[in-house]
């Protein structure tokens, strides 16, 4: 039997595939949620995935073709949970990424803390702290002012208020998500987390991160590096990536700047933390530098969303 088995029940889970994915992430996602919607992103449906979707209960396999990018298949998922005919949408959804591991899942959805705050209607969501796979350093969250912020130490126990999660095992509320809307297909997949955290603030909708329960994630080829005595971590991404998050940031930094000032400074620590790691601990360093002010120059000019 499922582990506190209401709490289980009344979440779906939403796990977008790019490529390949771990073999055991959907079985074990099927026996820790009634409901698990898998968006196959690849240009074409990938076979072997419609084999294991359909081997396992629970499973709800829908293609999409990496229109919208990451965003996209949000969408995707989120309309189909809502529009099932004769299937009551779940309280709350989680995010999951294909290289995240979810078996902290069951313990997090079973914590009273957790619980309690999903009930909250001035919630949108609770996530677990995220551990980088390669690095073993944990991230650091960010509370957010409209002129200050500050970073939270990297370890921390129990329950911090903060201004952004990532989206992978993020546990959000339904009805919350219902007030922000779509993601934002413009911008694809960086920063598509940060704009719905933005948005929630804006309703006031405040975001938890539980220390208690960490997950492993990856994001990119991480690699340590130290500057000015503090250890940072490099993406590792290649020029084409770093290309979008020049425009994702700066496209941001606009549209968000005016309103919240200390995000704006974020978005310009961001792009120089971008710029020292790839100067200080990666390869292509002109290539992806150059890539990164590409997309610097191709925020700063396209049009933004009405």
């Not at 004769?86 to 079973?110: H, K, N």
């Not at 007030?179 to 719905?196: M, N």
Request: aromatic fraction near 6%; hydrophobic fraction near 45%; charged fraction near 25%.
């Amino acid at each position: 039997m499922k582990e506190s088995a209401a709490a289980h029940e009344a979440t779906a889970a939403v796990l977008v595939v790019y490529g390949a994915t771990a073999p055991g992430t959907l079985p074990a996602l099927g026996a820790l949620v009634e409901r698990v919607v898998v968006v196959d992103n690849n240009e074409r449906p990938d076979p072997a995935l419609a084999r294991l979707a359909a081997s396992l209960p629970g499973i709800e396999l829908l293609h999409h073709g990496n229109r919208g990018g990451l965003a996209g298949a949000y969408n995707r998922a989120l309309r189909h949970l809502q529009e099932e005919p004769g299937v009551v949408a779940p309280r709350q959804v989680v995010f999951v990424d294909q290289d995240s591991d979810p078996s902290v899942l069951a313990a997090f959805l079973a914590d009273a803390e957790v619980q309690a705050l999903l009930a909250r209607a001035d919630v949108a969501a609770v996530a677990p702290a995220y551990r980088e796979r390669a690095t073993g350093l944990r991230a650091r969250y960010i509370e957010l002012g409209r002129w200050r912020m500050r970073h939270l130490p990297r370890e921390f126990d129990g329950l911090q208020r903060v201004a952004f999660v990532v989206n992978s095992m993020s546990v959000w509320r339904r009805e919350a998500l219902a007030r922000l809307g779509d993601f934002d297909e413009q911008l694809g997949i960086d920063h598509v987390d940060t704009e719905h955290c933005l948005r929630a603030r804006r309703h006031g909708l405040s975001i938890w991160v539980h220390g208690r329960h960490v997950f492993a994630h990856a994001i990119g080829e991480r690699r340590r590096y130290r500057l000015f005595g503090r250890e940072l971590q490099a993406t590792g991404h290649g020029p084409a990536r770093r290309r979008l998050i020049g425009r994702n940031t700066v496209l941001l930094l606009r549209r968000w700047g005016l309103r919240e000032p200390a995000f704006a400074r974020l978005c310009l620590l961001r792009l120089g933390y971008e710029a020292a790691g790839i100067a200080l601990a990666e390869g292509q360093r002109a290539r992806k530098l150059g890539a990164l002010l590409a997309g610097i120059a191709q925020g700063l000019c396209v049009r933004r969303r009405a």
